[in-house]
């Protein structure tokens, strides 16, 4: 047993909050990629990674499906779940006004969540590391592989994201619809079509936080709310709509919760967080990579 | 709702006044004076946010933290300073006030729905808090021995005389909340419904307005706060969490957003639901209430108030 050290402790802060915030990071962009498309704010972005956690924890642990076979299993099925949330809740709204489809969003929300609580039960599931338990010691931190696999997959959401909107016509008319759907449906892009496919892809992209931070904090059904409402602080942190943005919210807001958690007081541990979200929302609403500019024009 | 009928208020007067004479006749629904306290209390915060929603146009998704304010105000300064419950219920509206303009202002002077995640975060911010400053707020356990009312040597012992305290305070907030939609205050608010530039174009300071009425709708909730645990004796921090706040959305969106009547039908209607009907679901009930949400939202928009237009529609067709 080595001594436990002053930096090391730190260190170990710093390593626990980027892993969290690259969670808070993935959920954000899952917000921004809805949010640029319709303006929606999707209240039941964290249901997509609570569904995530607990569908793998079905298919890899009850059903025995190799990891290689679940993940993307688990991805699909959170996706059509997305999908359907576009179909079902905010595409049949007669009168949609900005408000009203917040509230359905959040009703969906409290449906995934109770539907949940039918399925699984209130029990926490763990999920097996996807490379073993072996915990790494850096500089005296010690530093769980799956931490590893949290961060990296963010860096290849953010890859793959980044070639979909500039490389891919797909991803081209996705950006375009966020600019002005009006001009976009003129152009010939089906708008409609472009909001199921970001909710899709937010779904997506939330399984993959799911089941990528299961086997480091469980997961349970309820656990949806606070993980949108912290990926909704870091998505306003960074700047509503904007991907590095979101990347950089996610990273310091899941660092200040470590360092608050760790230093401060850990029965406080979730409202560090939220603290930062209110007085970023007072001081500079439009985030700090965010434009004053775009944030007039939209109607969120 | 520009003007609020007298017949329909004469009726909702009777109705109420009769309401426990009915009950305690009948054996099956003897509790429901009871469970009607709860609904006169929830009465109180959904006029004054039905306000916030349907004419400024906004939502909090924090109204639970209010709620707490009031009621911890009463609870704290009751049992562990000893004063008398009023100036108890008093201090708690002052301090939701002033917390209602710090947390109201910033937000509501952008355009768009800041206050939503404002309201948001600060509603679990203030749970937490209800849970953590346990020296204060005894933690999670709660606390017991809140006093109840008295009135110059009249106590409000039994749940018949607590009922028409509670919905004297309603009828009170009713007849202000109609007079202030039937005043300047209520043009301008409507105004600002229809078109904000326009209504900002004719002078109307918006953002004065919806500050204003954050701030009605939050010293309502907590005067209903303390009037629960001035009844109940005892509150703990579960009372207050996010699921209140979205049960309070969806109290409003079931009656309808802009009218007083549906803040009224709505907090009615889910009280019944959660204190009585939904027993049977137990634990499920929150599918209930997605659902219940999900289907005003897509099918009702205007709440169960537009349904007699909807009626109407249908017979003129």
Redesign the interface.
């Known amino acids: 047993m080595e001594t436990i050290t002053l930096s090391g402790q730190l260190f170990q802060y710093l390593i626990t909050g980027i892993t969290v915030g690259s969670v808070y990071a993935m959920v954000a962009v899952g917000f921004n990629i809805i949010y640029n498309v319709t303006e929606i704010?999707n209240f039941a972005q964290g249901e997509f990674v609570m569904l995530g956690g607990l569908i793998m924890v079905f298919f890899h642990v009850v059903m025995g499906l190799p990891l290689i076979m679940a993940f993307p299993a688990t991805v699909i099925l959170v996706t059509l779940v997305g999908m359907l949330l576009d179909r079902l809740?905010i595409r049949?709204?007669?009168?949609p006004s900005?408000?009203?489809l917040?509230?359905?969003t959040?009703?969906?929300?409290?449906?995934?969540?109770?539907?949940a609580?039918?399925i699984w039960g209130k029990d926490p599931y763990d999920l097996p590391a996807f490379s073993g338990r072996n915990p790494i010691t850096v500089f005296g931190a010690v530093i769980q592989p799956q931490y590893l696999w949290v961060i990296g997959f963010l860096i290849v959401i953010v890859i793959v994201l980044s070639i979909f909107f500039d490389r891919t016509i797909i991803g081209k008319a996705m950006s375009a619809c966020a600019d002005n759907p009006n001009a976009a449906s003129l152009v010939g892009i089906n708008v409609n079509q472009m909001i199921l496919l970001s909710f899709a892809l937010s779904a997506a992209i939330g399984a993959v936080a799911g089941i990528t931070v299961t086997p480091i904090s469980l997961m349970e059904y309820d656990r949806g709310?606070?993980l949108a409402?912290k990926g909704?602080?870091a998505a306003?942190l960074g700047g509503l709509g904007s991907f590095p943005g979101a990347i950089l919210g996610g990273l310091i807001m899941g660092t200040i919760e470590s360092f608050g958690a760790g230093l401060i007081?850990s029965?406080?541990k979730?409202?560090f967080a939220?603290?930062v979200?209110?007085i970023v929302?007072?001081?500079r609403?439009s985030g700090i990579l965010g434009s004053i500019e775009i944030?007039?024009i939209?109607?969120? | 709702m520009s003007r609020i009928g007298k017949i329909p208020i004469a009726f909702f007067a009777l109705f109420i006044v009769a309401f426990p004479w009915v009950a305690h006749e009948i054996p099956s629904i003897e509790n429901y004076t009871d469970i009607m306290i709860f609904a006169g209390i929830y009465c109180l915060i959904t006029m004054g946010l039905s306000l916030l929603m349907g004419y400024a146009g906004q939502i909090s998704i924090g109204h639970a933290a209010f709620y707490g304010i009031g009621a911890y105000s009463s609870a704290i300064l009751t049992v562990q300073y000893g004063l008398n419950p009023w100036p108890c219920i008093i201090i708690g509206m002052i301090l939701s006030a002033v917390v209602a303009v710090l947390i109201g202002a910033p937000s509501l002077k952008l355009r768009g729905h800041y206050l939503a995640m404002a309201t948001l975060a600060f509603g679990i911010i203030v749970y937490i808090i209800f849970n953590e400053e346990a020296a204060w707020t005894g933690g999670p356990d709660g606390m017991t021995g809140i006093p109840g009312l008295s009135l110059f040597g009249f106590e409000f012992d039994s749940v018949e005389k607590y009922y028409y305290l509670v919905w004297i305070f309603v009828f009170a907030v009713f007849i202000f909340t109609v007079n202030l939609i039937q005043s300047d205050t209520g043009r301008a608010l409507r105004a600002i419904h229809v078109s904000e530039p326009a209504a900002g174009a004719m002078g109307v300071d918006i953002s004065r307005f919806k500050i204003l009425v954050f701030v009605y709708s939050a010293v309502l909730a907590s005067l209903a706060g303390s009037l629960y645990a001035h009844y109940l004796n005892f509150i703990n921090p579960s009372t207050f969490d996010l699921f209140f706040s979205i049960k309070l959305l969806i109290m409003i969106a079931l009656g309808g957003m802009h009218s007083i009547w549906g803040a009224i039908i709505g907090a009615g209607i889910i009280t019944f639901l959660s204190y009585e009907w939904l027993h049977y679901f137990e634990e499920y009930e929150v599918i209930v209430y997605g659902a219940i949400l999900l289907l005003v939202t897509i099918f009702l928009p205007k709440g169960l108030v537009g349904v007699p237009g909807i009626v109407k529609g249908w017979f003129r067709e």
């Open positions: 704010i809740a049949p709204i007669r009168q900005v408000l009203t917040i509230i359905a959040i009703a969906a929300s409290i449906l995934i969540k109770g539907a609580m039918f709310a606070m409402v909704f602080g306003i007081s029965g406080y979730d409202a939220l603290i979200l209110l929302l007072f001081f609403p944030s007039k939209k109607r969120f």
